[in-house]
């Protein structure tokens, strides 16, 4: 029996007794059973379970089942007995429908083609399954001919899959595997292969009558053989057999299924003949006597079957005498009802070989002769679509549910799709509703019907099918994987796209990886889609994805004209092929390519570019077209793509009015219907003609004249402002915000008014602030009384804030220029507008009298009749203007006796068509006999009546009328009632046309207020007047003295204004005096015209020209100037700056005060104006607050020229007298910031800057100095000392700024080591506490040190303690325990004992007491190394002045700069080692390598001292020093003493000299040792440090060159020890920039693992911790596998005090490294806790991995290390009892034992001792008694 399943036994007595004694050996538990009760039950879970009660189930289940249980079930079974015999496969109770979940490798299924692509066959499966029929599965011969077609190109020809299947074709298959699908689904894999489909037969069991599949194997001569699979049999097909041809026999190629049934059989199956007539197959049922059993039934055998039950889901057949199968409701036929007992045929759809499940299926198209599988449904592939009002005809609970469609089709709802996938299911809620919704999801060939999803997510998709995409549609999606050609998208779960490789962006991405990951979402446009082949392009291009060009998705939509964005897919000589979407593309001939001649495109084009191109011509029926790059730049397209985009800013339009509202009006923009928007206050430039256009406006209106001023993605906005569109059409305007300069002029409008300024828009949509102070010239109070919404104003930029992209303007008359003729074309257009407003009324309102106010106008006369007269005025009455109102007020019926019924003439003034009044005067002046006028002649006019934005006025006595505008500038503001003109008003006016054919033949004029009033001088009244020339001399009379200015009026009526460094003779100046106040008012002056100035500027103008005249006359009244004969030549401001030098004293005045940045503004000459900053302005900080009051305006004062330059205008000035910093100077400053570390930065006059150390701050150290500075204070500060870029040291000392009235020092200013001595008691300021020590400020210059032992008397564990009780800038005083004078390093005492001080630590803390003695041993380790280099180098980042060193340049800090470390594991064990020549580093830093005997790179490099004298000179008392410091007499002791010493260190010189391993001294010398020595590093870096000492960087780096190119390559760790020396050199000297090249390089040639590490600890060492963390992250990235790196990078974050990132590390290493590593590496982690970190984590790790490894021997023994030197002795001895118990080798806990004893030794007690010894005795005993046993 091939393939049995494990758990199938027939129920035979046999098997049965077998199955007892099973149970017998393997007792489950439970009462025991009879032998005869048991069963074995298939273990399934109950929803598989398809096969038997689930009472059975459960009496499985249930441990104790009691008899009776047994004996119901047994009664079951024999129900299901037939007279026929045995149902040898149970039932199971429930029909269901085959789940994916149920489907297993190894089973049957009969299965239809569904689609055939080249590798691949999708089949149908019964239930709506679908499998994949792989090129490889399906037979042996045809696998065979595949793989010898790939060795060999000239094999016969192979048969493609689309040649041997075809849809609709009917297959016996078997379950290959099931695979995982990238999202987490099953897909099913299926073979053919007769091998696995008929596996289970055998030769002998093969019956002439039975139905095989199979497959040609070879085409002989008389048939072909057929592997049915079957070994040792061979079939054949005779030709003969082959009586029905669907397809010839020729064409029965290799590999072809066929459907067989077995004609013969011969010699006991070895060989058989075959048929394949289908009628034949079709209408053979397998019978009993061929041998069937439920071991090699196959699919799609016909079997003839009873109905044995029926139920409500489906029903159980018998067939074949003693199978039982079940048929799903899937597979009954709708239209028959079905009986127990009925007689059916049915057909084998599946079978399942290890739990014999047969399923059948009685449908007629697989069991009726004759018919065949349709692969798509009669009406057509309905995939995809969306149908509603469906209705639910049958829910199966275990299955799904029916449903019917509108069209009375059926449809299936898997019961996984009544639901959301994340829902409960409710099924009853389903089917209680009356209409579903669904979505056909495909359809399923082997059970013809629809599948269809009830789920809302999936009906709401927007793509379901490729057919659900078009071509230039905007899609999202989400990348799912980057390809070498493209990448793929995913747009739904099963619509993909790919985006070709140049289509990724719009250039052409070197690494498309870097820009996309998996799963990051795109916008992506649909390039061509192909549903058929399911194909779909996509484009990431952003020209692409936001053109707003039509698409052409056709060869039709191409027409000529046309533009639309395309893509250049080739470049050939003879031009560009250009592909837009779905295909189309076109060529864009060489000509056509650009206006400049092109010869070869390459050069100029890209693969993938993006381009506008222009349908030139286009033949949609050849699919041919031409295009043209050139034409879309030179023409304008024929029609536009979106029309909005077609209305361009500053273009003329006229629109259609669509739609009124409050605001504005919407408008059409013709002719292409674009919608655009015209607010109301565009209508005019008179704000009080905007609201009579709005009215006047109607719905279908045609408005010509407007112009766009601003679009964007909303809207199109227009204006009818005449003043805007000027400046549109004139390019007055800024398109751009990066286009808007200081100084710039455009024109605006009031866009919104707040209590802080004026917002005004500008076209092109730019805002800009005109804040209060820049509204007016005179002060304003309240900004909503200056403009009104929507008022034209010019406005000149003043500030730009480019970064948050603002910019203030300035409205102030006196600072803008209006345009030429500007408010003669305003006053024109007004008035037209209003004439305009009055005829559309009068076209509307069809009534005559409208119509004949309007032809009427100012000026005309009326033959009236008096109607009544009152005390305000009289009315009139008409017979042509009967309804009208007509009257005059009492001032124009002066001087005239009117009675009722009187007839007069009358002149008409104004006429309100919206009122129907007529305002008229009959005043006789005015209604006499008109005079003529002449252009150019003034008159005094009289105003006569105002409505609002215009004055109608008369003409003194030539009885003429005509209108002006009342506002005489665009930005002119009348605050009171005053200055506003008024009726009555006389003012003087010029004639320019007499009679203006605008204004309706009035005449048009410009006009002034009459004096004595102020004159007004603006652009409109200078046109006329004839000025003056330079040089002229002239008489006037002082009409105005103000302190910078006088304002004359000149002989002809024009103004004249002299300079106050114009008045009297420069020499005649007295210092703080006011020249203009010797002038008076009134007085007649002689003066000469020197220049003129701009009238709306005011900007000065030295023009001589001859013929150019000025309107506004700059004046000289100083008496040397005034002589005719003297002929004297204008100075422009350039001439003046150029003869002015730095330094020079000058005569100026005082002309402005600007509050904001207290800056103060003096002027020495009509064209110059320099500035004083605040600090060169007082000398004394109380005047800082108002230093106004000490300079008032006008006021000579003497000044100091600080800086001057033309280009850029500069011109600073300074009044204390000094004019430059000088060192030993005092000087005023600015506090800028406070800085703990350093002290103070300030801000010094004529741009320098400062900073104050804190011991600079005063003479006595006070606590927290710096508490008393705060940002912006003024201080005084003495200058020190500058390093050139205009930085200076500064000093606040009282001693320093007045060393006359300073009180003695407390805290004297050390300047250089050699002041201190030994023993001397100092105050300095904590700087920083390190492991090193505290380090504490002893001047701006010395740092001093304190090691942690000298600090305080107290025991603690972390420097941490302690740096949390000296915080920076502590004050503390301190003893002098030693001096290195060389190095300048000062060794200092906290301790109580030297100082006198209390403690630093407090009492409270209730630490341990240091014991005695300890001192001085720790003394004989730390003092070799006053400083470690790391906090050196800390020390001085924080000081700014360097440390000098003696003998050494001071660029040299505190090292060479070239470092050569080597790494150790363990930190030394100090205590025991020697006192060696060496000199051993501080605990904190690994030691470096020591370059030459007896040298260390830690002391001064040219030192010639041994290093055992070095050392020696530390801790000495320091008495040799101090003998060189005082110059007193010594005495005879003292000079043997010196005599000895002298003697001493020549007999050392000596030997040095005779020293071979010395330094040598020179270049030269170097050379020659390294001849000898080539491969030395060791040279090598010593002749480094000879450069760099003499501070000759590049030598040292060409050394390190030449040493790298010169050691062979072998020596490994020599390169190695150079290129570390380089890195550091590049460190210390280098740039960020040299430091990477030299580090890449350095990875390059040697090992890169060491040399990262190297990097990271030169970062760590010079604290540039950001840059050390980024090399480590890198680090372990890159060296995941090496157990140091993350060691290394786990000591640096511990060190850095980082221990939670150290444990995300610790996690991170565990997971990279191989798991044997894990406990060495978790130990390490715990190791440097202890260290670095917090002790008790280290200690919780080491017991975790001990108790997990307790025989690690090793590592308990660092445990005990670590505690002995960290823990407290409790813990120790607890650690050493739990050591001495493990169950380890006898050797090993003697070794413990020894430990133990030599600790208690150490520091215990006797007693403690002794418990020891006593439990080593027991210990052996116990040995003993164990081996005894």
């Known amino acids: 029996m091939k393939g049995r399943s494990p758990f199938y036994f027939p129920q035979t007595p046999e098997t049965t007794s077998s199955m007892a004694s099973v149970e017998e050996d393997f007792p489950r538990g439970g009462t025991s059973r009879k032998p005869t009760e048991s069963k074995i039950v298939v273990q399934r879970t109950e929803v598989d379970n398809l096969f038997q009660s689930n009472e059975q189930t459960e009496t499985k289940k249930r441990?104790?089942?009691?008899?009776?249980?047994?004996?119901?079930?047994?009664?079951?079974?024999?129900?299901?007995?037939?007279?026929?015999?045995?149902?040898?496969?149970?039932?199971?109770?429930?029909?269901?429908?085959?789940?994916i979940k149920n489907v297993k490798e190894g089973m049957l299924m009969l299965g239809c083609v569904k689609e055939v692509t080249d590798f691949e066959v999708t089949v149908s499966l019964p239930c709506g399954l679908q499998g994949f029929l792989s090129i490889k599965n399906i037979c042996d011969s045809y696998a065979k001919l595949l793989s010898e077609q790939l060795d060999s190109p000239d094999t016969e020809e192979i048969c493609s899959l689309q040649h041997l299947f075809h849809p609709g074709m009917v297959l016996r298959c078997v379950v290959d595997r099931l695979d995982i699908a990238k999202g987490g689904s099953l897909s099913i894999q299926l073979s053919i292969n007769p091998k696995t489909v008929n596996k289970s037969l055998s030769s002998s069991t093969l019956k002439a009558g039975m139905v095989l599949s199979g497959c040609v194997e070879s085409s002989e001569d008389h048939g072909c053989i057929v592997d049915v699979g079957v070994s040792g049999t061979k079939a054949f097909l005779p030709k003969s057999a082959i009586t029905v041809k669907p397809n010839n026999p020729e064409e029965l190629k290799v590999g072809q299924y066929v459907t067989c049934l077995v004609e013969a059989v011969k010699n006991d199956g070895r060989v058989v003949h075959l048929s394949v007539d289908p009628a034949a197959v079709a209408q053979t049922c397998a019978q009993t006597n061929q041998g069937w059993n439920l071991t090699n039934i196959l699919p799609g055998l016909l079997v003839k079957a009873a109905v044995k039950k029926v139920t409500k889901h489906g029903?159980?057949?018998?067939?074949?005498?003693?199978?039982?199968?079940?048929?799903?409701?899937?597979?009954?036929?709708?239209?028959?009802?079905?009986?127990?007992?009925?007689?059916?045929?049915?057909?084998?759809l599946y079978v399942e070989p290890s739990t014999r499940l047969v399923g059948l299926s009685l449908r007629s198209y697989l069991v009726q002769p004759g018919t065949s599988v349709d692969s798509t449904p009669a009406d057509g592939d309905r995939t995809g679509e969306v149908v509603k009002g469906c209705s639910m005809t049958a829910l199966h609970h275990m299955s799904g549910a029916v449903l019917e469609m509108p069209d009375k089709t059926l449809a299936f709802?898997?019961?996984?799709?009544?639901?959301?996938?994340?829902?409960?299911?409710?099924?009853?809620?389903?089917?209680?509703?009356?209409?579903?919704?669904?979505?056909?999801?495909?359809f399923s060939p082997m059970d013809q019907i629809h599948f269809v999803s009830l789920r809302k997510s999936v009906i709401d998709k927007p793509f379901y099918r490729y057919q659900d995409l078009q071509a230039g549609q905007i899609v999202e999606g989400k990348v799912s994987v980057l390809l070498s050609h493209g990448m793929v998208v995913h747009l739904s779960d099963h619509i993909k796209g790919l985006v070709p490789r140049t289509h990724l962006s719009d250039i052409i991405l070197k690494n498309p990886e870097k820009k996309y990951t998996e799963g990051m979402k795109v916008k992506c446009r649909v390039l061509s889609v192909d549903a058929q082949n399911k194909k779909l392009y996509l484009t990431r291009k952003k020209a692409l994805i936001d053109s707003s060009l039509r698409l052409f998705l056709s060869y039709s939509d191409a027409r000529p004209g046309r533009v639309s964005h395309g893509y250049i897919v080739c470049i050939k000589d003879f031009g560009c092929i250009v592909r837009f979407y779905n295909n189309v593309k076109g060529l864009v001939p060489l000509s056509e390519l650009s206006s400049e001649p092109v010869v070869s495109p390459e050069d100029v084009f890209y693969v993938g570019q993006v381009l506008k191109a222009k349908v030139l011509q286009c033949d949609s029926d050849k699919a041919k077209m031409v295009l043209s790059f050139k034409a879309v730049s030179e023409g304008e397209t024929e029609e536009a793509a979106k029309p909005a985009l077609d209305c361009e800013v500053g273009k003329r339009l006229e629109a259609k009015l669509l739609k009124k509202s409050v605001n504005g009006l919407e408008v059409a923009i013709l002719p292409e219907e674009i919608r655009a928007v015209l607010p109301t206050m565009h209508l005019s430039d008179h704000v009080s003609n905007c609201p009579a256009l709005w009215e006047s406006l109607q719905e279908g209106d045609v408005i010509s004249n407007l112009i766009c001023f601003n679009k964007n993605k909303q809207n199109i906005s227009v204006t009818k402002?005449?003043?805007?569109?000027?400046?549109?059409?004139?390019?007055?305007?800024?398109?751009?915000?990066?286009?808007?300069?200081?100084?710039?002029?455009?024109?605006?409008?009031?866009?919104?008014?707040?209590?802080?300024?004026?917002?005004?828009?500008?076209?092109?949509?730019?805002?800009?602030?005109?804040?209060?102070?820049?509204?007016?010239?005179?002060?304003?109070?309240?900004?909503?009384?200056?403009?009104?919404?929507?008022?034209?104003?010019?406005?000149?930029?003043?500030?730009?804030?480019?970064?948050?992209?603002?910019?203030?303007?300035?409205?102030?008359?006196?600072?803008?220029?209006?345009?030429?003729?500007?408010?003669?074309?305003?006053?024109?257009?007004?008035?037209?507008?209003?004439?305009?407003?009055n005829e559309m009324l009068a076209v509307r309102d069809s009534s005559e009298l409208r119509q004949q106010l309007a032809a009427l106008s100012a000026g005309q006369k009326l033959k009236l009749t008096v109607d009544a007269v009152k005390d305000s005025g009289a009315t009139f009455k008409?017979?042509?203007?009967?309804?009208?109102?007509?009257?005059?007020?009492?001032?124009?019926?002066?001087?005239?006796?009117?009675?009722?019924?009187?007839?007069?003439?009358?002149?008409?003034?104004?006429?309100?068509?919206?009122?129907?009044?007529?305002?008229?005067?009959?005043?006789?002046?005015?209604?006499?006999?008109?005079?003529?006028?002449?252009?150019?002649?003034?008159?005094?006019?009289?105003?006569q009546y105002i409505d609002k934005d215009f004055a109608v006025i008369s003409l003194d006595d030539t009885a003429q009328l005509t209108m002006i505008q009342t506002s005489s500038h665009l930005n002119e503001v009348l605050l009171s009632e005053s200055h506003k003109l008024k009726a009555g008003m006389t003012l003087t006016i010029e004639v320019i046309e007499p009679s203006c054919e605008e204004m309706q033949g009035l005449p048009l004029v410009a006009w002034q207020r009459s004096a004595p009033k102020r004159q007004r001088t603006t652009s409109e009244n200078q046109s006329g007047s004839k000025g003056h020339c330079f040089g002229e001399i002239l008489q006037g009379k002082v009409r105005t003295v103000k302190p910078t200015c006088i304002q004359v009026t000149l002989e002809d009526g024009s103004t004249g204004s002299v300079h106050v460094s114009e008045v009297m003779e420069a020499a005649d100046v007295c210092m703080k005096s006011f020249p203009t106040s010797s002038v008076k008012v009134g007085s007649v002056v002689t003066a000469r015209v020197i220049g003129g100035r701009e009238a709306s500027s005011h900007r000065f103008l030295p023009f001589s020209h001859p013929k150019f005249t000025y309107n506004i006359c700059e004046l000289t009244l100083i008496p040397s100037k005034m002589d005719a004969s003297v002929d004297f030549k204008p100075v422009t401001a350039k001439e003046k700056l150029n003869s002015l030098k730095v330094g020079e004293e000058i005569t100026g005045f005082v002309s402005k005060f600007h509050p904001d940045r207290k800056s103060l503004d003096i002027t020495t000459d009509p064209c110059v104006t320099g500035t004083v900053e605040l600090l060169a302005m007082i000398t004394d900080p109380k005047d800082a607050g108002h230093p106004e009051k000490l300079?008032?305006?006008?006021?000579?004062?003497?000044?100091?020229?600080?800086?001057?330059?033309?280009?850029?205008?500069?011109?600073?000035?300074?009044?204390?007298?000094?004019?430059?910093?000088?060192?030993?100077?005092?000087?005023?400053?600015?506090?800028?910031?406070?800085?703990?570390?350093?002290?103070?930065?300030?801000k010094l006059p004529f741009g320098g800057v400062g900073t104050v150390s804190v011991t600079d701050l005063a003479d006595a150290y006070k606590p927290n100095p710096l508490d008393?500075?705060?940002?912006?204070?003024?201080?005084?500060?003495?200058?020190?000392?500058?390093?050139?870029?205009?930085?200076?040291?500064?000093?606040?000392?009282?001693?320093?700024?007045?060393?006359?009235?300073?009180?003695?020092?407390?805290?004297?200013?050390?300047?250089?080591?050699?002041?201190?001595?030994?023993?001397?008691?100092?105050?300095?300021?904590?700087?920083?506490?390190?492991?090193?020590?505290?380090?504490?400020?002893?001047?701006?210059?010395?740092?001093?040190?304190?090691?942690?032992?000298?600090?305080?008397?107290?025991l603690f564990g972390k420097h941490k303690v302690l740096s949390e009780h000296l915080p920076p800038n502590m004050l503390l005083t301190t003893k002098i325990l030693s001096i290195n004078r060389e190095e300048e390093l000062v060794d200092l005492s906290l301790l109580p004992a030297d100082t006198g001080k209390p403690d630093v630590l407090p009492e409270s803390l209730g630490l341990p007491l240091r014991p005695a003695g300890e001192e001085k041993k720790h003394d004989t380790k730390k003092k070799k190394r006053p400083l470690s280099d790391s906090e050196q180098k800390q020390a001085e980042s924080q000081i700014p002045k360097k440390k000098k060193k003696t003998r050494k340049s001071k660029t040299d800090d505190s090292d060479s700069g070239v470092e050569v470390y080597f790494r150790e594991e363990e930190e030394e064990k100090e205590d025991e080692e020697p006192h060696s020549a060496k000199v051993s580093s501080s605990s904190a830093g690994p030691s470096r390598l020591q370059v030459a005997a007896g040298f260390s790179w830690d002391v001064g490099l040219s030192s010639l001292k041994p290093a055992s004298a070095a050392q020696e000179g530390d801790s000495s008392d320091g008495e040799d020093h101090d003998g060189g410091t005082k110059p007193q007499k010594k005495s005879r002791h003292e000079l043997e003493q010196e005599k000895k010493v002298a003697e001493k260190a020549l007999v050392q010189r000596e030997a040095e000299l005779m020293d071979p391993s010395l330094r040598p001294e020179d270049a030269a010398a170097f050379e020659r040792l390294l001849l000898a020595s080539p491969n030395s590093s060791l040279l090598w870096l010593q002749f480094m440090a000879h450069h760099l000492q003499a501070t000759q960087i590049e030598q040292a780096r060409a050394v390190a060159e030449r040493a790298l190119k010169t050691i062979s390559f072998r020596e490994e760790q020599e390169k190695l020890n150079v290129w570390v020396a380089l890195l550091n050199l590049e460190n210390m000297y280098g740039t960020e920039e040299s430091l990477k090249k030299v580090f890449e390089r350095a990875v390059q040639f040697c090992e890169p693992m060491p040399v990262y590490q190297q990097l990271a600890d030169i970062y760590a060492k010079s604290d540039k911790t950001k840059e050390a963390e980024g090399l480590y992250k890198m680090m372990v990235k890159r060296f995941r596998q090496n157990k140091a790196v993350w060691l290394s990078y786990g000591t640096f974050l511990l060190q850095q005090g980082q221990s939670d990132a150290a444990s995300g590390l610790l996690q991170r290493a565990l997971k990279s490294l191989p798991p044997k590593e894990s406990v060495d590496v978790i130990a390490k982690?715990?190791?440097?806790?202890?260290?670095?970190?917090?002790?008790?984590?280290?200690?919780?790790?080491?017991?975790?991995?001990?108790?997990?490894?307790?025989?690690?021997?090793?590592?308990?023994?660092?445990?005990?290390?670590?505690?002995?030197?960290?823990?407290?002795?409790?813990?120790?001895?607890?650690?050493?009892?739990?050591?001495?118990?493990?169950?380890?080798?006898?050797?090993?806990?003697?070794?413990?034992?020894?430990?133990?004893?030599?600790?208690?030794?150490?520091?215990?007690?006797?007693?403690?001792?002794?418990?020891?010894?006593?439990?080593?005795?027991?210990?052996?005993?116990?040995?003993?008694?164990?081996a005894a046993n």
């Open 63 to 99: 441990k104790g089942a009691s008899k009776e249980d047994g004996t119901k079930l047994k009664k079951q079974k024999t129900v299901d007995k037939k007279e026929d015999g045995l149902t040898l496969n149970a039932a199971a109770k429930c029909v269901e429908i085959l789940h």
């Open 315 to 348: 029903m159980f057949l018998d067939f074949l005498s003693s199978f039982s199968g079940q048929v799903d409701f899937l597979h009954t036929e709708q239209t028959s009802s079905y009986s127990e007992g009925d007689q059916v045929r049915a057909c084998v």
């Open 413 to 442: 709802v898997h019961r996984n799709h009544l639901k959301e996938s994340n829902e409960p299911s409710n099924e009853n809620r389903v089917l209680a509703m009356s209409e579903h919704t669904c979505r056909i999801l495909n």
């Open 721 to 837: 402002k005449p003043t805007v569109r000027w400046s549109l059409e004139e390019g007055m305007v800024a398109k751009d915000f990066s286009e808007i300069t200081v100084g710039r002029q455009l024109i605006g409008w009031i866009k919104n008014i707040m209590s802080y300024g004026v917002f005004v828009e500008f076209p092109y949509g730019l805002v800009g602030l005109a804040p209060k102070s820049a509204m007016t010239d005179k002060f304003l109070s309240d900004t909503t009384a200056a403009f009104q919404l929507g008022q034209t104003v010019v406005a000149k930029v003043t500030n730009l804030d480019e970064e948050k992209r603002r910019f203030l303007v300035t409205l102030k008359v006196s600072e803008v220029i209006s345009p030429a003729g500007d408010a003669q074309t305003r006053l024109i257009n007004g008035l037209q507008e209003r004439k305009a407003v």
């Open 878 to 943: 008409s017979d042509d203007l009967s309804s009208a109102t007509i009257q005059a007020t009492k001032y124009h019926v002066m001087g005239v006796n009117l009675t009722e019924g009187q007839k007069v003439t009358a002149v008409v003034l104004h006429v309100d068509i919206m009122s129907t009044c007529v305002h008229v005067s009959i005043i006789s002046k005015l209604v006499a006999k008109k005079k003529s006028l002449t252009e150019g002649s003034n008159h005094t006019a009289m105003i």
């Open 1191 to 1242: 300079y008032k305006l006008g006021q000579a004062v003497r000044v100091k020229v600080v800086e001057v330059s033309v280009k850029p205008h500069r011109f600073v000035l300074s009044l204390t007298g000094v004019y430059k910093l000088e060192e030993g100077s005092t000087t005023l400053g600015t506090v800028t910031k406070i800085l703990p570390q350093v002290g103070l930065h300030v």
């Open 1268 to 1354: 008393t500075y705060s940002k912006d204070q003024l201080v005084r500060c003495s200058l020190l000392g500058n390093n050139n870029n205009n930085k200076w040291q500064l000093s606040l000392r009282p001693s320093r700024l007045n060393p006359q009235q300073a009180k003695p020092v407390k805290d004297l200013e050390v300047e250089s080591v050699a002041q201190l001595k030994v023993g001397q008691m100092i105050r300095g300021y904590v700087k920083s506490v390190g492991e090193q020590g505290v380090f504490i400020r002893l001047s701006r210059s010395i740092t001093g040190r304190a090691q942690l032992q000298k600090s305080t008397k107290y």
């Open 1725 to 1826: 982690f715990a190791q440097l806790e202890f260290r670095y970190g917090d002790a008790e984590k280290g200690r919780s790790m080491f017991d975790k991995v001990l108790t997990s490894y307790p025989k690690r021997t090793d590592l308990w023994s660092v445990f005990i290390d670590l505690l002995v030197k960290h823990g407290a002795q409790k813990d120790v001895r607890a650690l050493f009892d739990r050591v001495i118990h493990l169950s380890v080798s006898v050797k090993k806990i003697k070794f413990f034992f020894k430990r133990y004893l030599e600790y208690e030794k150490k520091h215990g007690t006797p007693q403690s001792i002794q418990s020891v010894k006593e439990k080593a005795v027991e210990f052996v005993e116990a040995k003993g008694t164990e």
